[in-house]
């Protein structure tokens, strides 16, 4: 332990292995010989030192969490899940410890596993206001909207500075006239000087959201309004970086680099891209894929942005140049990098399917590690998309341009370029989806967006609904309901708003 502290870890495992020699039965040495040999890459070696741990030790929390990271960390989640339910039937007394566990299951997407913790919690707690919040979020990924409103209520109730919790509450079904007690409740909530800057924001994009459900679109937009020049004055997005990485792309991926230095194919599953701007269908399609039997969905991932991150620090040079000197051997270790991190399940597909919309900054990059792999772009009409993506507030920072309605045409337009750019040059270019037709003539379209995944027809791809566990981003609702068309030409209800928008796209 000395050793540990010192920071000698290949001193400190010598150590460990010589304490177990010793004396078997020291649970507390197995489990932190297995953290060394976890940390070492030594991930067999570590397994078995912290199941050794738990054996001689069933009360030892802490190798249950540890091992559950380790399994996390290969893609094993169920394993991860059944870990952290063992240490719950270990330690059966409701404590701190099981919120914790809850919050564990919940961050892999174990909301099933999760929900009964937090409510066993809070029949114990029950003025938590976070902990309701956290089980608001499970009841959502569980399509339990109901539940999920009810304990997004009980939240602002015992903390009315929730702040996401009232956003939250306004996506947890489509609101009608009957709705509008809520509406008040909002307002009112909104003429309270205490409330902080984050709760006051959320709660007009939550207002705007309500409104719009109401058809009264004037003051929905009002209230998206301030919401979006509260987070514009917080956040920075940068027009010359984004101009600077698209000319250096193309610079880059060039016809002649694409067609004559890819890696060898892999054996196994092919992965498929989804990409598109934000808010253009990429959820819809992933469902339909993923509703398919041979068909995994992944989510939304960054595995690709990582592996980018990668190949720019091996290689220690930027990104994207640094792409045109990879090797045959390096593309083929990204390429084994980015499966290895897929979960067990998705090994027995035949195609696993990636719908981060983001991964259209890197198709060169894709099409040199995965030769073949299919390319869906999802297309919506620019006027629809650019108003759905100002409608919505997005967690990840790199969605700096969303808050502006002239920045959200900017960015438009330089996917526009970059997306003409891989038609040009792509070996195979990417399978093009209207969103429009899509909702229109849905087996039609589905028809062919599963054949250019290269998957054989199957009936399921028509209730793409039935399949939207695991959906993490703002289509949550939406992921839930058949295939509908209320938001083709949405932006003619805000027309006379969005004629900056209209000129900033030269519409």
Known sequence: MAQLSAGNEPAARTAFYQAVALNDSLATAHYQLGN???RSGELAAAEQALKTAI????????????????????????????TLQALVTAQPDPSALHQQIAEFLMEMGCHTQAAPLFEDYLRRQPHDGQTYLKLGQCYQKLGRFEDAAQAFQSAIEEDPDSDAAYLLLAHTRRMSAQDTCL????????????????????LHFGLGKLYDDLG?????????RTANSLQHAKVRFDRPALIDYVESVKKTFTRELLRNRTAP?????????????LRSGTTLVERILASHPRGF???ETELVDRLAQHLSARMQMPYPACAANMD?????????????QWPVKAQSSIRVVDKNPLNFLHLGLIALLFPGAPILHCMRDPMDTCLSIYFQYFAHTRNSYAYDLEDIAFFYKQYALLMAHWRAVLPAPPHDIHYEELTLAPEKTSRALVAAAGLEWHPDCLEPHKHAAGISTASLWQARQPIYRD???????????????RKALEL
């Not at 307002?187 to 709760?199: D, F, I, R, V």
Request: with cysteine; net charge positive; aromatic share 10%.
């Open 216 to 224: 009264s679109y004037a003051q929905a937009f009002e209230h998206f």
């Open 265 to 277: 194919e892999a054996v196994g599953p092919m992965p498929v891209f989804i990409v598109g701007m």
């Open 36 to 38: 060394c040999l976890r």
């Open 328 to 340: 045959v051997a390096t593309a083929q270790r990204l390429g084994f990098e980015l499966r290895h």
């Open 55 to 82: 054996s001689r030790d069933i009360a030892l929390s802490e190798a249950y969490i540890s091992l559950a990271y380790l399994y996390r960390s290969q893609g094993q989640r169920e394993a991860a899940a059944a």
């Open 487 to 501: 938001s083709v030409g949405r932006w003619r209800h805000y027309a006379r708003q969005l004629d900056a928008l």
């Open 183 to 202: 509406v008040n409740r909002f307002e009112a909530a909104l003429g309270k000087p205490s409330l902080s800057e984050e709760t006051k924001k959320c």
């Open 297 to 299: 969905g992944l989510g």
